[in-house]
């Protein structure tokens, strides 16, 4: 359960990052850029445990994190603009 509320946490904040390092105009709010990157955190968190990176009690680390929320918000981003255009 800790490592759960780390990822979210470490997914907050990655997500703030990944949002100002990803290029182009990005539409998204403030709490949907949370949202991404808290799934993105997850995503590196529950990734890397099935890949066998990370123990079983034991969450993504910073820059995992961060990698993950750019990979989301990427697709996000792609998914976004399909559906607008």
């Known amino acids: 359960m800790w490592s759960l509320i780390v990822a979210i946490v470490v997914g907050f904040v990655a997500g703030l990052i990944a949002r100002a390092i990803h290029p182009g105009d990005d539409k998204a709010g403030f709490i949907v850029t949370t949202l991404l990157g808290i799934a993105g955190s997850l995503l590196a968190t529950y990734g890397g445990r099935l890949l066998g990176w ?22 996000y981003n792609t998914v976004s603009k399909k559906t607008s255009a």
């Open 54 to 75: 990370y123990g079983e009690n034991s969450a993504a680390g910073f820059i995992a994190s961060v990698i993950g929320a750019l990979v989301i918000l990427f697709i």
